[in-house]
């Protein structure tokens, strides 16, 4: 309780004067925040080639029916795209989808970039060209264009399109339901590598499944 307007008008300043300072020490305490989480990148396996680094915090690879797919092969088309004085087949991508922190990381815009038709008819051209001839390229070049097209069924909202799954599933979309059904095994069977080789299922796949299966 105030004896006069005066003192009231005074301990209200002192409060104004209070919050402001408290507002400007939460910025910058988040601005520092964001500055150091922006600066962390992925721990890298650096026994491996230049090309074949592999960020295991970010990404790894995966295996089912003994087909191996490797982020090596997505790194090494970016870098070869990225080094390219020409045109760029893939402009969508960029540092941050190779070395997200752990904002991005979270970004489901920057995944679906990354499987995208785009990457892989890359890889499927290097490979044919010589430019990635690795055991793997084929089979990561397969395994996103089948994670694209699964991606373009599930946000299909129109019965026909003329992007060939980009409509509803029906008797008259039997291609639709074929990749909906591959998908669907694959995740059933499909592992994990980590860095020392081991393999395991994260509940991402089965949660795919899931969602597939309905």
Not at 38 to 65: H, M, P, S
Not at 178 to 204: E, F
Request: net charge positive; charged share 30%; aromatic share 8%.
């Amino acid at each position: 309780m105030y004896f006069n307007k005066k003192e009231e008008q005074k301990a209200t300043k002192e409060q104004n004067k209070e919050f402001r300072k408290r507002a400007r020490e939460e910025r910058k305490a988040g601005k520092e925040l964001k500055e150091k989480v922006g600066k962390r990148t992925c721990k890298t396996n650096v026994n491996l080639q230049n090309d074949e680094r592999v960020d295991w915090n970010c990404y790894a690879d995966f295996i089912y029916d003994n087909k191996k797919v490797s982020f090596g092969d997505v790194r090494a088309m970016y870098s070869i795209d990225k080094a390219s004085k020409t045109g760029k087949a893939l402009p969508k991508l960029s540092d941050k989808h190779m070395n997200p922190n752990n904002f991005q990381k979270m970004n489901v815009q920057l995944v679906v970039q990354v499987l995208s038709r785009s990457v892989s008819a890359s890889i499927r051209t290097a490979k044919e060209t010589g430019e990635r001839n690795t055991a793997t390229a084929y089979n990561t070049a397969n395994f996103i264009e089948l994670i694209n097209d699964t991606f373009d069924i599930l946000n299909s909202r129109v019965l026909n399109s003329k992007r060939k799954y980009c409509k509803a599933l029906s008797v008259a979309n039997l291609d639709g339901m074929q990749i909906m059904q591959s998908t669907c095994n694959i995740m059933k069977i499909i592992k994990k590598i980590d860095r020392n080789g081991r393999t395991r299922r994260p509940p991402y796949f089965e949660g795919l499944q899931m969602i597939i299966s309905g």
